[in-house]
């Protein structure tokens, strides 16, 4: 059964930490996306790549990174947590040319 | 700026009946649009799709209706089932958007036995 998989479901850090959530693939897809879920505002793309080591911003960008080092993984970094980075992270892929994602199961992030 | 607009929060329907959820956008762009399907602690799951040149496509008990004049698109299902009860997405993207999706706030669809 094809996945996405995100390492951690549940997440804690403290204000200022530098964070790191990952997604890795195992479908051989050429795109990643990076979302956050909020109440009220659905699902917000924060990043993706199209190819290894290639990234484009989102919507919303801004207090994070990404590193597509290999096809299979696709890294959010949290350069410097803060209190309103509190969210549900989904991680997604896809093929070139489908809009079909196939979606992790999130992680939620709390930052005190 | 809500490119892709879900206005109703939630949405309840008593089993067998028909639900209708709505989505509106503003971007005269976006040529393909999707539905998604969330239960809790679970990532989003494709429903159904329909590109621009369709106003309706089915699928089993799913069917997603286009109606680019208004910039609406609604999703009807029937009969609807409890395991249906989950947050629906609707998504929309550009030819030109790099499979980007634009996603709306979600409906909360609960289906009463």
């Known amino acids: 059964d094809v996945k996405v998989t995100q390492s951690s479901r549940y997440l804690v850090k403290r204000t200022g930490e530098k964070v790191f959530l990952e997604c890795v693939q195992d479908?051989?897809?050429?795109?990643m996306f990076w979302y956050r879920q909020d109440p009220g505002l659905g699902l917000r793309l924060i990043y993706f790549s199209y190819d290894v080591k290639m990234k484009e911003k989102g919507d919303i960008p801004e207090g994070y990174s990404v590193s597509r080092e290999k096809k299979e993984r696709f890294s959010l970094i949290l350069e410097s947590a803060s209190t309103n980075q509190t969210s549900m992270y989904l991680c997604?892929?896809?093929?070139?040319?489908?809009?079909?994602?196939?979606f992790g199961s999130g992680t939620r992030l709390t930052v005190v | 700026d809500q490119q892709v607009k879900q206005n109703s929060p939630s949405l309840s329907v008593q089993e067998g009946r028909i639900s209708i959820l709505n989505c509106d956008y503003t971007n005269s762009m976006f040529d393909y649009f999707l539905w998604y399907k969330k239960y809790p602690a679970e990532g989003p799951t494709f429903l159904i799709s329909i590109s621009s040149i369709k106003d309706k496509n089915e699928d089993g008990r799913f069917t997603v209706f286009l109606n680019k004049s208004a910039k609406h698109l609604s999703l009807h299902i029937v009969p609807s089932q409890p395991g249906d009860s989950a947050v629906y997405f609707c998504a929309a993207s550009a030819i030109q958007g790099a499979q980007k999706l634009v996603f709306g706030q979600g409906t909360r669809l609960t289906i009463n036995p």
């Open positions: 479908m051989d897809h050429e795109n």
């Open positions: 997604a892929s896809s093929l070139v040319q489908n809009y079909g994602y196939t």
